[in-house]
């Protein structure tokens, strides 16, 4: 089957914008230049898809090309299982995916109902129709490595190091996919070098096209000293070698070098589809995983234990370690009783959590028209809304310069709630895109999206919602809620997912989508849905009694109706 | 703290219905005709709580008595903790209680989040406060038992047995508890005789005080010929014999006597607070329990070996055999390894599955006002809009002379989808009560919900979606969409439950209200939301390629996008 990606223009298929834009996104995932194998109808993550089979697809698209105004079509795992008249401001496509009941949420049960063809992966925005690729993560990982520079290094937020505090560091990590892939890249734009051990070589040649990484050297020696003489002088600097994760740490102990920093991001979540065994070429090990998938999975097991080992040997030495949300540590605990894993932290608790209790998450947006000038017009209201932000323009200016864009041209910008005046700094700019698209300014309808990796939206005790404050990591009322909040709100796509980057039972999560399509009712939508979205990242954290939520209840008027344990706010 | 129960009349605390609809229907949960233990805010079925405490119960009171027509409020786990502005067709509360992530999802975490108040047990209707008492389980009794006469003894849906198919059977059941008492009238309703053990004799004799049993005969072979006397004349009959179930069942095997049907409703779900092991008195196994509570569970799994093998014996030699969701099959499986006790079925497969094909399922109304005089006229509307189905007028005639109303006066009637003119039955009659209120023939506005147990509103693989024809069970996407488009449709509370009557774990659930308030917009939201309910219960069947799911569709227009298996529907 041979694929596409989204139409472009002003032209369109649907009866409105709101369909349109499921449309457009839903192709934009299988865009070749954004998906990992979108024959397969894979997106990313393993196993993560847009849709249950190419018939499901021609249906989902048959679907919203009929859709009416008032209408809601709804999705499961990926098959369009219903269509009801709603209203106008209600949500146009609903989404549940991968979703099972407790006792039987694992991966055993997950692969025999999708044997039967009755689940697909969801994966996080893969089944939401919320992938933009590489694009997509660099800010999570660029905002993630810079606060990691200011505590661990520190670099100061503001003073002239700040976005380039691992200026003369090294820092090693693994996986050059879909995600993984925006490691060297985040690193290179914070000054540091990065050293990366990918299995599969043409990941690391479609990184190198894209500009995420500098250079391929499957020489581990080699590509060592390039990157040692890169720290050397303080050059950015990234290389990509072809071998596996765990035997290029080992190699570093065997060596006695010890990085700067250590993290990974092979796909660990999942042992039998996402990573691969150390002692087998790709080639060999999709193979066995063919002829003996239980045998895959144990040598999968045992290659993470030693790849953790590995992890945690360097932090003994001195490395900065940090799971970067692959739960290769929960996938030891699990499964070979490796109790010491969880000996190093998860990124959320390190690093992004004080982002989260101020509602702040990566907010993107996607230009329907096709057309690059709609996303840089928009580049330019970032600085002339928030003039005061020059965290925000610097990223802006280094992602225009680059972040190449892959399919519909977007961006990503981590806005948080912060209303001094009553809009929230996301609703703030999501009506201001909307009035650009009313005066023509901007060519076609902009969609607003988000990871599900996101402030108020998941409960995932080994990432997300690890090591919260209150003990509260694996309540999923959360995330719930935030699905409910967001339909009522009036988003336009509304989903809930199983899994994602964590794996099957190990999270739940939500996501939106909100079409600016220049309209008085997308304008309301857009300032309710971006104050409870944001607002579920500060009451979700205010509960949890983190001071900086409470605080910014406080700052920007968030209702919370117990306070922190139990306290009426004033 | 003592306990009212809900306001009355038409005065109204609240700034609309439908926020004191929410406050009435929270306060109607705990009426202490209604709930357990209102003094420990729990309803039902074991631990199932209204609020998580009552800080929260009165901070809930708090934000539903100054919130706008605008305004959501969100419960996480029965206590309040956010409110924002959405939009009038929007619901006012939104409600998710006892989730949590997969992996975590057992009573172990449930307990440990519970006990640092992290969390509260929803159970099915107590935490989304739809509970109205054993008049709520009775119809669903009702129903079961007159399918099971149709499909069993060949009693015709619309001739003159139908209702009383049981005319001259011998049922024979255990356990008249809460929900157990709700069998011998609902036997008695459909013509039949009723022989129940229960091991306590004061439950045996609050039956009787509230007419849901005839007689106490604590011998059984004086109790059993009194039954056959019945059976012989053709009369109704119900008696109680204060006795161990297993045992009686042993005694009829001993005596040859094989009923026409058997089934169960002791507590057998909870091997140590709910089910009472053979050769002990209720005083003898209290002590056992306390003293040893391992014993007690060695001699309760005993004694429900011994349960299930005569329930197969009698199957066996010509008695029709269902469990009654109580678990006991999967409790002697679990922890006896007895394999063959899935040899005779569950009561949804069996009976329920074909109502809920066809969007079947507790439709419930109750009146605001605390008028008996509002439900009474609506007794009437039930025969002046369906005068064709005298299923259901007989079912109003028997519930009317029979059942007493607990709390606010209120009504079950299993209504379904059935939309020949476009307007599905549920949305029918919910309309017609509507025109009451504005008319002022009924005094206040009446509210409209349902038990979780829904025709597509659960996934529960030991219970509701046991044995689904396409291996489907643990499927939990559908009750997630099942809340998102009633969300959509404009439901007043949408509520997301964990756990309900078979464990945390075991089940993932949806419930929603509607206010009719009289208004046009009350119209509005009726007709949306019970077209998308029972509708999720007609596509989520038609998916699993239930032929009488298909059928409905066809007949009803409900649009099914890819039909059954994947072939689209003309
Ligand atoms: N928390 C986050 O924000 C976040 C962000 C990105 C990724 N992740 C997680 O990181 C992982 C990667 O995501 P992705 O989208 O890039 O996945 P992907 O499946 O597209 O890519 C994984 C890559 O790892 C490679 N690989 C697998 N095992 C290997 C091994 N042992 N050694 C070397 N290379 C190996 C594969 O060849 C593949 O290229 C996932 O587990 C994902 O959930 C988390
Ligand atoms: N699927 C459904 O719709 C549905 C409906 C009702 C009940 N149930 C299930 O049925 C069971 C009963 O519910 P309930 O609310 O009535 O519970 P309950 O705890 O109020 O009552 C159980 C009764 O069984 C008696 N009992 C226990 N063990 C006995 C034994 N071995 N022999 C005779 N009597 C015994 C107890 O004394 C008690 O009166 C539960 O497991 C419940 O989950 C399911």
């Not at 298929?13 to 934009?28: V, Y």
């Not at 809601?72 to 106008?88: A, C």
């Not at 694009?135 to 993630?144: D, K």
């Not at 968030?558 to 706010?569: A, F």
């Amino acid at each position: 089957r041979r694929y596409q990606g989204a139409p472009t223009g002003t032209d369109i298929e649907c009866e409105g914008w709101r369909q349109e834009a499921a449309l457009r996104m839903l192709n934009n995932n299988l865009d070749p230049e954004v998906a990992e194998r979108p024959e397969d109808l894979v997106v990313y993550g393993g196993t993560g898809r847009a849709a249950r089979s190419w018939d499901a697809y021609d249906a989902i698209l048959d679907e919203l090309r009929s859709l009416a105004s008032d209408e809601t079509l709804l999705v499961q795992s990926g098959k369009p299982v219903g269509r009801f008249r709603t209203h106008e401001r209600a949500p146009r496509v609903l989404i549940a995916n991968s979703n099972l009941v407790g006792r039987w949420d694992d991966w055993a049960h997950f692969h025999e109902l999708e044997a039967k063809g009755l689940m697909m992966y969801g994966q996080m925005t893969a089944g939401s129709w919320a992938y933009i690729g590489t694009q997509g993560i660099i800010q999570g990982t660029y905002e993630t490595l810079a606060e990691l520079a200011r505590q661990e290094f520190g670099a100061g937020e503001g003073d002239e190091d700040d976005g380039a505090g691992l200026r003369g560091r090294l820092v090693v990590t693994g996986g050059l996919g879909g995600m993984g892939g925006a490691q060297p890249l985040a690193v290179t734009m914070n000054g540091g070098v990065c050293l990366a051990a990918e299995v599969s070589g043409s990941r690391i040649d479609r990184r190198i096209e894209t500009r995420y990484l500098d250079e391929r050297v499957d020489d581990l020696d080699e590509a060592l000293s390039r990157a040692e003489a890169a720290v050397e002088a303080g050059d950015p600097y990234s290389v990509g070698v072809r071998m596996n994760a765990a035997d290029l740490l080992e190699g570093l102990l065997a060596r006695d070098v010890v990085p700067d920093v250590v993290t990974d991001q092979t796909s660990a979540h999942d042992e039998l589809d996402g990573y691969y065994p150390s002692g087998y070429s790709v080639a060999e090990a999709d193979r066995l995983r063919e002829r003996d998938p239980q045998g895959y999975v144990e040598a999968s097991l045992d290659t993470m234990v030693r790849h953790v080992e590995a992890i945690l040997e360097l932090q003994e030495r001195g490395a900065v370690a940090f799971e970067y949300g692959n739960n290769i540590r929960g996938q030891v605990e699990a499964h070979r009783n490796l109790n010491h894993a969880f000996d190093f932290p998860g990124f959320v608790p390190a690093y992004i959590r004080p982002l989260f209790c101020r509602g702040k998450g990566p907010f993107r947006w996607i230009a329907l028209s096709g057309d690059p000038a709609d996303i840089h017009r928009t580049d330019d209201l970032v600085t002339e809304l928030f003039p005061d932000e020059p965290h925000l323009h610097r990223w802006i200016d280094l992602a225009r310069d680059r972040v190449a864009f892959q399919g519909l041209p977007a961006r990503v910008c981590w806005l948080g709630y912060g209303s001094e005046d009553g809009l929230t700094e996301r609703a703030r700019f999501a009506l201001a895109m909307n009035d650009l698209v009313r005066t023509g300014e901007i060519s076609a309808p902009i969609v607003v999206t988000r990871d599900h990796l996101d402030a108020g939206s998941v409960a995932s005790p080994n990432r997300e919602t690890e090591a919260m404050r209150d003990g509260s990591d694996a309540v999923a009322d959360w995330p719930v809620l935030n699905a409910l909040v967001n339909c009522a709100a009036g988003a336009d796509i509304v989903s809930v997912h199983d899994g994602g980057g964590v794996g099957i039972g190990n999270s739940l999560h939500a996501n939106n989508h909100v079409v600016l399509d220049g309209s008085e009712l997308a304008a309301e939508k857009a300032r309710a849905v971006f104050t409870t979205d944001p607002g579920m990242g500060v009451i979700r954290h205010a509960d949890a009694g983190y001071p900086e939520a409470l605080d910014e209840a406080r700052r920007s008027n968030v209702h919370v109706p117990m306070g922190e344990g139990g306290e009426e706010d004033a």
